[in-house]
Each structure stands twice: as C-alpha cells, then as structure tokens.
C-alpha cells in the first residue's frame, strides 16, 4: 500500500477530509455534546507535553494511519523548526517533549533532539513502530534510546500476527517481536528507569476493549507465547482521518462507526482530553491542539499565534481548543489520547 | 415494512419493548446489566459466552451485536470462532446423547 497522497486519492486533503466528516448527519455536533456537559468552550490547562512531529516519512504504510506517513513520503522536518522547539524547551519548563510522525527515528536529527532534550533535564517519549529498530542502519539505535532513559512508546495492535499485520502489513508482527526482544534484553520494560510501553489501536471498525483487563490479558500473552515483557499498555481509539478514514468509507462503515463514536461520548474522557495540556507542532513549524488537528490542518484559533517562531506561553497554555467532528474519537467510552485511555 | 422477516436496523429499536411494559423493560435492562458486569467471570468472557449462546439460539440480533461486543472487550476472531465451536458442539452433543433414549426404545421393541 501507498499513501493517500502518492495514489492522488480523492481524500488525500485535509479539505476533502473536513468536508466529508462536516457532510455527515449526526445526532449531535460536538459542540453540541461539550456545552451539554459544560465543557464549552474547551480551554488548555497548561502545556505539559510538548509533540514534535518530525515528519511523515516512514517505513511503514500502516492501514490505520491518520499522518498518511510512508516511504513515499518527503515532509521532514526542516532546521529552523527543531531549532526553534529547542529554543522553547529551553525558555520554558514544559516537561516532557514527545516525539512522533512518521517514524520519528528517520529523521537524520533525531538523536540530536534526544540528546539535547535529555541535557535539558526534559522527559522524552519516543513513539516507536518497532520494526525500525530492526531496519539495519538502525540496529544501535535501541543501546542509543535506552543511555538516554527515552521512554518508548511502541504501536503493536494486537498480540498476533493475524490481526497486527493486517493493520500494519505483512511479517510486521515477526519483527516487531524480536524489536521487542532486543528492548527487553537491554533493559526496557524490565528495569526501573526504562519505560516500555505499548499501545494498540483496534484492527477494524470498533472501539477499543477495557485498557486495564487488555493489559492484563496481554501481559500473560506475550509472555507466555513470546517471552516478552512490558510496562503498560494504552488504548487508542482509531481517529475518522487519512487512511482509517479511507478504510471506514471503503469497507462501509463509516458512517455507523461515526455514530458508534457519538453514541459512547463520555464526559468525563472529554474533561481529560489530550489537547488540553498537549500542544502539538507540526513538520513546518505550524501549532496544532493536538496530532490530529495537525493532520486536518486545523491550526491553533482563537487568538493563539500560530507558528513555532511566534511561540508565546502565555497566550498558547489556556487556549480555547479547536475542535471537530473528529473529537468525538477522543471522548468515546473511556476516552482515547496518546497516553491511552482518560477515564479509570 | 421490510420484504425480509430480519431487518439489521430493528436491533436499534429494541428498546421499543418498553412502550407498553416500561415497568418490565427497565427490571430486564437493570438485571441485564448486572449479569454482563464483570464478576466471577470477566466482561470478555460473558461476552464469548453470550456470542456462543446466540448461535446455539440462532439469534441474529445477539450474533450481531456480540460480534461486536466481543472484539470491544479486546477478543479476536480465533478466540470467537471457538466459542462459536463450543455452541455447535452442544449442540450436536444434545441431539447425539438424545440417541440413548431411542437406544432405549429401539431395545424394548426388538427381539
């Protein structure tokens, strides 16, 4: 599989995208939902994370993407960009800075960024696809985030091959068990200080199971099967954007998706969204409230300066959120944010 | 009305049999809920055991909706397709064990 860009898909455009979620009748907009549970207007409460997407080159085209990421992807990003994150890591005393794409790890500074966010004192978090770690100019990179202490937050959707590689592509499931392997015998999700922790999306068009009982069960799994050992687990609710958004509209449940989606809004995962401490920066330096108003190319608003370059803590850390459609992926049931479920 | 007895969309409208015993609806939501509440047993589970159930009843509305309820609470198509098995095979079992009464008959009317 390619990406919604290179095949020229008529949802390869976050205009195309905005529009067919803003088409389709729902039985309440999510303002709607937000003001019924006096949430709105949404505001931030702080800027905690600070996510990084360095791009959207990856190794992999996984079915469920909502960056579109993959080979044939060029957007990387640029100098200027990392510089001025750096700049505002070191102004300001956001604790942790979150790295994403795209398969982060290809960015050719990505270990700069590691290196120097770790003199800073800053927790960094990793967003892995693990097969990387087992691409060969790569192999070293494992010995490089675990002297870094570089939580890894690593995609593994279910704990076989059948439903992992129907999601991320064939022989994924295979590699991704020996990446996690090689973490384990290096010390990640078994020694205090190296966090591995692995987070799933459902493979198909349902929300995600109950995040403590799928631990649970997955810790058993694994290591009974594979003699792999974790910390935590997440789950992540798939978002209606780029290609789950395109494998919603072609197996035909998009729409009864999108209503499950609105029918599980949850208040109180709404009250605990991610957004609300998350600012999200985009490859070109632009500012979103999260990664998937960064991939519905829906800025910052209401106020807030838009760019890196203009960053300004005190009118970015109590923003009013901008929100879609799309929010109610992060409000169903438990709630769904990068850090996994948002309700215990 | 539909062409066809089944109609998927009814299975949003099952709450419908409360209009004219709303008292009975509600005691049958109340207990509902607390037999698939996690207890003994995990949520995941009752659910398994409900999907096979609704084979061995043939219900389509329970198949459909623990189709669904079952991949929610984190099982997969493998752990399904067995409980779908154990169903068929009680099943077959009770007709098969059924076979020791004609036995019986068989042997009080022959020589």
Partial sequence: MSSLRFRSHPLSTAVAQRALLAGLPLPQGFEAALARSGLSPLHATGIEILQMNLGKKCNQTCRHCHVDAGPDRREVMPDEVLEACMNVLES?????????????????????????AHEMGRHIIDR????????????????????????????????NGRQTDAQRGDGVFERSIAALRRLNALGYGT????????????????????QPALETAWKLELQRRYEVEFNHLYTITNMPISRYLEYL?????????????????????????????????????????????????????????????DFDVAKLDTRQIEVGTHCFGCTAGAGSSCGGATVS | MSDHYYDAKDLGRFAEMGEEAPELWQKFLAWYSAVFAAGALTEREKSLIALGVA???????????????????????E??????????????????????????HVHKLSM
């Fill in chain 2, 79 to 104: 752990q399904m397709t067995e409980a779908v098995h154990v169903a068929a095979a009680i099943r077959g079992g009770a007709s098969l064990v059924h076979g020791v009464q004609m036995r019986n």
């Fill in chain 1, 128 to 159: 892995c696809n693990l097969t990387i770690l087992m691409v060969a100019a790569y192999e070293d990179l494992g010995e490089f985030l675990a002297a870094h202490q570089v939580e890894i937050v690593a995609s593994l959707p279910a704990p």
């Fill in chain 2, 55 to 77: 084979h061995a009843v043939q219900c389509p509305y329970c198949i459909d909706a623990y189709s669904r309820d079952c991949l929610e609470k984190g099982s997969n198509a």
């Fill in chain 1, 249 to 309: 509209v072609d197996s035909g449940n998009f729409e009864a998706y999108m209503e499950r989606l609105v029918q599980a809004y949850n208040p109180a995962a709404a009250a605990g969204v991610m957004c609300r401490n998350t600012l999200s920066v985009g490859w070109d330096g632009t500012l979103y409230d999260c990664d998937f108003n960064q991939m519905l190319e829906m800025p910052v608003n209401h106020g807030a300066p838009r760019r890196i370059f």
């Fill in chain 1, 191 to 210: 020694r205090p200080g190296l966090q591995l922790n692995l987070v799933t999306n459902p493979v198909g068009a349902f929300l995600p199971a109950n």
């Fill in chain 1, 92 to 116: 300001t005393a956001i604790p942790t800075v979150d790295i994403t794409g795209g398969a982060p790890e290809l960015h050719p500074r990505f270990r700069d960024i590691v290196v120097r």
